[in-house]
Nanobody
Framework: QVHVVESGGGFVQPGGSLRLSCVAS????????TAWFRQAPGKEREGVAC??????????KDSMKGRFTISGDNGKKTKTVYLQMNNLRPEDTAVYYC?????????????????WGQGTQVTVSS
């Protein structure tokens, strides 16, 4: 059974930075892709970035390129994926979710993922 836990959300002023963390465990780490999604109030969920555990290759939604960076660390039994967010804007306010599933980002992109965390709230406001 795959277990996913996010952390690192909070309140930040416009222009500030946050780093979100996602710890996943319980699966063959090298065969999965891990992605960040977000959902703002009243809006549909959207993909942010994805990293393939096999080779560390990354994939971003076009509008997220430049300010958001996804990276990952492999532990013996866990995979930690980070989302560094810089120059945050009020429109980045959302619940950010981490999701993981078998495959790599070039194929899965922001399609269906079977394992999700509970989400972490990010609020950008002055």
């Amino acid at each position: 059974q795959v277990h996913v836990v996010e952390s690192g959300g909070g309140f930040v002023q416009p222009g500030g930075s946050l780093r979100l963390s996602c710890v996943a465990s319980g699966y063959t780490l090298s065969l999965y892709a891990t992605a960040w999604f977000r959902q703002a109030p009243g809006k549909e969920r959207e993909g942010v970035a994805c990293i393939s555990n096999s080779d560390g290759s990354t994939y971003y939604k076009d509008s997220m390129k430049g300010r958001f960076t996804i990276s990952g660390d492999n532990g013996k039994k866990t995979k930690t994926v980070y989302l560094q967010m810089n120059n945050l804007r009020p429109e980045d306010t959302a619940v950010y979710y981490c999701a993981t599933d078998y495959g790599d980002c070039s194929v899965r992109e922001f399609g269906e993922y079977g394992n999700w965390g509970q989400g972490t709230q990010v609020t950008v406001s002055s």
